[in-house]
C-alpha cells in the first residue's frame, strides 16, 4: 500500500549530500548513542544513528528529512558496518524516508479498523486540498502517503504527521489540521474528539472513582 519513493538522480543526490558530516550537537550525540552499546556491538546503533541523519537533513532542508544514499554510507562508516546492511535497516522500516518529502509528512493509516472508520474521507479531505499520494505539493508544505497500520486502531482513524498522531478524524478535522498547519500553527495533537488517549468518549464509563484518587473498591464488591 505504501507509495513508492521517487528518489532522485544520483548525481544531483551525490553532489548535494556527498559531504554530509555530523553538526557538532549531532555528532556528540551520536558519540553518546553509541556508548550504550558493548565494545563490538556498535553495529546495534544503527536504527538511532539513521534516525539522527534523517532529522539532520530535515533540519537543513526544512523539511521531515530523508536519507540519501551518501547519508547513509556516512552512518555505516562511523559504525563499521557496510553499506547494504545499513540500507537494509532503511528501506525495512517506514520510518526512514528514501527520497525528499515535504514539511509535513501525512501519512493515513488504510487499514482496516480505519477504513471501516473513514479513513476515505481523511484522505478526500487531503485530496480537497491539493495533496496526492506519493507527491509533495508545489509549495513543498505536504507529502501524503498511504500505510499500513500506525497501531491506534482504538482512535481509528488516524494519521501520523512527522512525530504526532492525530486521532479520531472526520474530514472537517483533518480539513483543519491541514489548515492549521499551512498557517503555521500547531493543531491538538490526538484524539480529536473528547477522550483522553484512547479512554471512552466522554470519560471513564467504569471504576470512575479512580479518576481523582486511588479508591478501594473491594468493599464494594
Not at 141 to 164: H, K, R, S, Y
Not at 200 to 214: F, I, Q, R, S, W
Amino acid at each position: 500500500m505504501a507509495d513508492a519513493p521517487q528518489i532522485p538522480d544520483e548525481a544531483e543526490v551525490r553532489a548535494r549530500w556527498g559531504g554530509f558530516a555530523w553538526t557538532a550537537e549531532n555528532a556528540a550525540q551520536a558519540r553518546t548513542v553509541i556508548a550504550r552499546y558493548p565494545e563490538g556491538r556498535q553495529q546495534s546503533a544503527v536504527m538511532p544513528l539513521l534516525d539522527l541523519a534523517q532529522r539532520q537533513v530535515g533540519a537543513e532542508t526544512n523539511t521531515q528529512g530523508w536519507l540519501p544514499i551518501p547519508v547513509i554510507e556516512y552512518v555505516a562508516a562511523q559504525l563499521d558496518m557496510p553499506f547494504m546492511r545499513a540500507y537494509e535497516v532503511a528501506t525495512f522500516y517506514t520510518m526512514y524516508n528514501l527520497a525528499p518529502v515535504g514539511r509535513f509528512h501525512v501519512q493515513v493509516c488504510g487499514t482496516t479498523p480505519c477504513m471501516l472508520r473513514g479513513s476515505d474521507d481523511v484522505l478526500d479531505a487531503c485530496y480537497k486540498r491539493g495533496l496526492k499520494k506519493g507527491a509533495t505539493t508545489a509549495d513543498g508544505l505536504f507529502t501524503l502517503t498511504e500505510v499500513e497500520c500506525l497501531g491506534a486502531c482504538a482512535n481509528a482513524p488516524m494519521v501520523q504527521i512527522n512525530d504526532d498522531n492525530y486521532e479520531d478524524l472526520t474530514f472537517e478535522t483533518m480539513t483543519a489540521i491541514l489548515d492549521d498547519l499551512a498557517a503555521g500553527k500547531q493543531p491538538k495533537i490526538g484524539p480529536q474528539i473528547d477522550r483522553q488517549t484512547s479512554a471512552p468518549e466522554g470519560g471513564p464509563t467504569a471504576t470512575k472513582a479512580m479518576v481523582h484518587e486511588n479508591h478501594d473498591y473491594r468493599g464494594e464488591w
